[in-house]
């Protein structure tokens, strides 16, 4: 065996040593990880929205995106992907965030009154010459009477208040024909609105006597739900 110089043995040495120090740095990280992981939980595939939902929405594939998350690290009630296809969404839901369980309606629920809470009604009406508020927007409901024809309205110059921050839930694709006094017609969107049972009534009444009018509110300014 030929013998090796004092130069060869400290090369060797070092090595060996840097290969102890590196396998025990390694052992030690991954013993860190092994806890860290039995501390967080194991991964699960969650549900996360792909854009805004508005309420009404039908949950789509393609609104949804996937994220793997530590158990300890989601809130209560996220759900899986399968177990949100196909539902209503009855809390609104924004880009980004998880879709909980809470946000969506029973499955039992399809369709529009999927969306629509205990104790709410949805309403359509058609406004004349209006804004046209996309789903998940917040309006006030402006009703104008003729004055001169109604004496009973209390607002000053003939226009009141019917509902107030109330949530869209669909607007019509295509204007809708409104037949105005002296038998003229014009065109206005259709819009489906969530109310409660008394501003139902007040609506109802300001579409068949009034011009109605649709005023954009922040979202602020929205009226809760009574379910909230």
Known sequence: MPRRSP???????GAAALAVVTAVVVATDLASLHRRAATLGAARTVAVAAHDLPVGTIVRSTDLETRSVHRSQLPNGAAVPNEVRDRVVAVAVVRGAFVLERNLAPRRRTGLDGAIPRGMRALRLVVHDSLRPEPGSAVDVLVTFDTASDPTTDSDNGTAVAA?????LGTDDAPATLEADGGAAGNGPGVTLLVTEDEAQRVA????????TLALVPPEDAAPTLEE
């Open 7 to 13: 130069r060869a043995v400290l090369l060797w040495l």
């Open 164 to 168: 107030r921050g109330v949530l869209v």
């Open 205 to 212: 009444y300001a579409s068949a006597t009034g011009t109605v």
